[in-house]
């Protein structure tokens, strides 16, 4: 019978014979010189904490890389968003990608992206960025660890066929409202929200973005979840365009320009919003989680 002790003794010389003949072999480069990397950086936005809020990946660029390209690094990340910003552009110019399809505005990410330029790109003493996307602009400014953007208002226009929701929502709204990408569900119960299952398979068919529904909250002005299932996002931690539609509604409803807002998914998180005319501020806490280099050959017809 063999020992613990003998067991032991053997895995001891077999390691050690092992690392011997590793040490003799000359060191092997996993790529070849013709590599080009990119930066990129993973954070956690509206959270102060890591594995909270909604991660998005960002990747500033010198110049752009192909859509194809970009679609398959966001594939490849797999989170929520990937963020693309081009350094060399004045304003800077912005995009974002689902794991599926390039996507025309994007909140989280956009805040996840100001985090890391005012941490690694900008002098200190620079307190604002200006953002070109392709629906026009976005300033992000920094007050401590806050960061806040400033988007376009959402006016919600009212639906009056809630049944279009029958075959998606197991309890139906008391209204239902439409913005320019998404639908707004508005219920009275917070409870309603947080219980909330949609038919994901019903939803893809739904003709926007996607669907948020929101209450009154119970520790905030307002609580929301957020489903965008033909993104390939069934349901997104935290969505800060989602409140350019949100704070217009609740703003007008509560009769306050300030909100708090909490977005109920297993994640969560947390907003700051403000109505400033035509113009809705977003504010939220980052928690940046890693941060590397991404080695792509320097021909995209290498990837196969």
């Not at 063999?2 to 003799?24: G, P």
């Not at 679609?71 to 968003?81: G, K, P």
């Not at 392709?134 to 300033?139: E, F, S």
């Not at 309603?192 to 949609?198: G, I, M, R, S, T």
């Amino acid at each position: 019978m063999t020992t613990q002790n003998q067991f032991d003794e053997s895995k001891i010389f077999h390691y050690k014979v092992c690392s011997e003949w590793l040490s003799s072999k000359p060191a092997q480069l996993v790529y070849n010189s013709n590599v080009r990397t990119i930066d990129i950086f993973q954070v956690d936005a509206f959270t102060k904490s890591i594995f909270k809020g909604n991660p998005a990946a960002v990747c500033p660029v010198k110049d752009w890389p192909s859509e194809e390209l970009m679609q398959w690094i966001a594939t490849e990340n797999n989170v929520s968003e990937t963020a693309f910003v081009l350094l060399d552009s004045n304003p800077l110019e912005i995009r974002w990608f689902s794991p599926t399809v390039e996507v025309d505005l994007c909140g989280h990410a956009t805040l996840a992206t100001a985090r890391i330029l005012f941490d690694e790109y900008l002098r200190p003493t620079e307190k604002t960025i200006i953002f070109q996307y392709k629906g026009g602009v976005i300033k992000a400014s920094v007050e401590g660890d806050l960061v806040y953007l400033d988007f376009p208002c959402d006016e919600p226009v009212a639906v009056n066929d809630i049944s279009l929701l029958n075959n998606i929502l197991e309890y139906k709204p008391d209204v239902l409202y439409k913005g320019k990408d998404d639908y707004l569900a508005i219920y009275s119960n917070a409870e309603l929200v947080l219980k909330a299952n949609p038919s994901f398979s019903n939803l893809k068919k739904l003709n926007a973005r996607g669907l948020i529904i929101s209450a009154p909250g119970q520790d905030t002005d307002i609580i929301s979840r957020c489903f965008y299932p033909q993104i390939g996002v069934n349901e997104d931690p935290v969505t800060g365009s989602a409140h350019t539609l949100l704070t217009p509604y609740w703003s007008e409803r509560l009769e306050k320009c300030k909100l708090t807002a909490h977005q109920a998914s297993t994640r969560g998180g947390y907003l700051e919003c403000e109505r400033k005319g035509d113009r809705i501020i977003v504010g939220g806490y980052t928690a940046r989680y890693s941060s590397g280099k991404l080695h792509l050959p320097e021909a995209e017809s290498d990837i196969n």
